[in-house]
């Protein structure tokens, strides 16, 4: 059954003197005729589509536009043309630690993150202790979040947001989080997500691992689809092609 | 702004208790604050202005509050509106989720805020001697008015914020001009009745009139009156949703 398809999209990004220059400086620049606006495609013409089960490894040097294809699929930005369409429920693990509260306990962080998340508060209520023990999290439930360290803060993320078995699943270069037995517990988890039939987006710079996962590869320059197909090794080969000649 | 509510109602709710607990930093006296600063500038301005006023206005402590609570809600509710969306771009760029849920928490707590205010208004009202009569049910017209004039606001503010940071300057400036212009602790009465038709532009002093003439004179502000608030918040509330389903996937680019 066909999960997601992408068909012809594109994606602008605006970049310039828009960033924080305020009204007034605003105005003047208008006034006096220099005040730039670039747009630029950030990805143009993507176009694949994905059946259930199916592990799509994104691949591309930096700028590639990765990471802008992963927002336009969880709905965060708007393509331009074209049309995304999703069957069932996506789950997202983009740059995971961010967006917490630092004032907030862990507990009502693990509340808000899993309200935020799409979760029910009975779905969070059943969960709850779950997360806790497997974010290895227990001492600290009623401690401000700011107290945690980053491995920890980590832990409780990849907690949360694993908790469910979505229909779609993207990872931008996370597969693991944590020290070495943290490691080796999360991967587990994400392998048994994946291998359950969640139909999988991961970008990733390890070729390696792409080529042991994924049954499906996108390959992308520039914003530019330079290929897409089903010849993961092919095109892996054809890729470390293309870094050996750019160095 | 049409998606089912229920399906957002988890984490509306956590929003809610964040920015309310945020906002006290959960402390009693965090909260007794806010309510103490203003009954605090109440003092002060009764203080100050009873002499020059109280003379020509009748329960002219009931006249300066209420305008006092009216125009500080106001004000509050729009100046944490307006931070509503930056400080939560961290979340909205990372988590597919309806942003004006971000205002809408803020305007609650804000809200509550006004309640625990008014509850102490009212004490007053009933110290001042004013009795309470059915009309006062009316009281829930110009506050309705005014939470839909603040989601308004706050809507179009807080995607202006993200465009230009120089707004809360600018919009503080405003805010001033509001405040003088809403005839918080003078009375219009004896100005000319041509200047008198001009304060009426001003929704903020149009609902406080609303609310003075239910309080003070214990009649029903006339037709006028009811449409002019009920224009002012429509017009107010479909500008703030206009600007924000044109830009709000253009944030993206700003922050």
Not at chain 1, 171 to 196: P, Q, W
Not at chain 2, 194 to 221: A, E, H, M, S, W
Request: overall charge positive.
């Amino acid at each position: 059954m066909e999960i997601l398809n992408v068909e012809n999209i594109s994606i602008k990004y605006i970049t310039g003197d828009l960033k924080s220059i305020g009204l007034k400086e605003y105005v003047l620049r208008k006034i006096k005729g220099n005040y730039i606006e670039n747009e630029f495609y950030a990805n143009k013409n993507i176009t694949f589509s994905l059946n259930q089960g199916d592990m799509l490894g994104i691949i591309g040097t930096n700028g590639a536009g990765k990471s802008t294809l992963l927002k336009a699929i969880s709905g965060i930005m708007l393509p331009c043309t074209g049309k995304i369409i999703r069957r069932g429920k996506i789950a997202a693990f983009l740059e995971l630690a961010s967006g917490f509260d630092g004032d907030l306990t862990v507990r009502e962080n693990t509340y808000l993150r899993g309200a935020l998340l799409g979760y029910t508060r009975f779905f969070m209520d059943q969960m709850y202790s779950n997360i806790i023990s497997f974010s290895e999290l227990e001492a600290f439930e009623d401690r401000p979040f700011k107290h945690l360290s980053s491995g920890m803060k980590s832990r409780l993320a990849f907690s949360i947001a694993s908790m469910i078995q979505p229909d779609i699943l993207i990872l931008d270069e996370v597969l693991s989080v944590g020290d070495g037995a943290f490691r080796i517990k999360s991967e587990a988890k994400m392998k048994e997500i994946i291998n359950s039939g969640t139909t999988t987006i991961f970008v990733s710079h390890s070729l390696q691992q792409i080529r042991t996962l994924c049954n499906k590869i996108l390959w992308l320059d520039k914003g530019k689809q330079i290929t897409f197909g089903s010849n993961v090794k092919e095109i892996c080969d054809n890729y470390q092609q293309f870094l050996i000649k750019k160095k | 702004m049409h998606i089912s509510i229920k399906e957002y109602q988890f984490l509306f709710e956590e929003l809610v208790k964040r920015d309310f607990k945020k906002k006290y930093k959960r402390t009693i006296l965090g909260m007794l604050w806010s309510i103490l600063s203003p009954l605090m500038i109440l003092v002060i301005l009764t203080l100050i202005f009873s002499n020059f006023f109280s003379h020509n206005t009748e329960h002219y402590i009931i006249y300066l509050f209420t305008g006092q609570i009216i125009f500080n809600y106001y004000v509050e509710s729009t100046m944490e509106g307006m931070n509503a969306l930056s400080s939560n771009a961290h979340i909205f760029s990372k988590i597919n989720i309806p942003k004006y849920l971000f205002l809408l928490s803020k305007n609650i707590s804000s809200f509550i805020n006004f309640i625990l205010i008014l509850i102490i208004y009212f004490l007053f009202v009933f110290i001042d001697g004013i009795s309470f009569t059915w009309i006062f049910i009316l009281l829930f017209y110009p506050i309705i008015c005014l939470i839909l004039m603040n989601i308004g606001i706050g809507l179009i503010l807080s995607a202006l914020f993200i465009f230009f940071k120089d707004i809360e300057y600018l919009y503080r400036l405003f805010t001033q001009i509001v405040m003088y212009g809403s005839a918080i602790f003078y009375n219009i009465d004896f100005l000319p009745s041509n200047i008198q038709y001009f304060f009426l532009l001003n929704p903020i002093y149009v609902c406080i009139k609303y609310i003075r003439t239910i309080i003070i004179q214990n009649t029903i502000p006339d037709i006028m009156i009811h449409l002019l608030l009920l224009l002012y918040s429509v017009i107010l509330l479909i500008l703030g949703i206009f600007i924000y389903k044109k830009y709000n996937y253009k944030f993206i680019y700003y922050i």
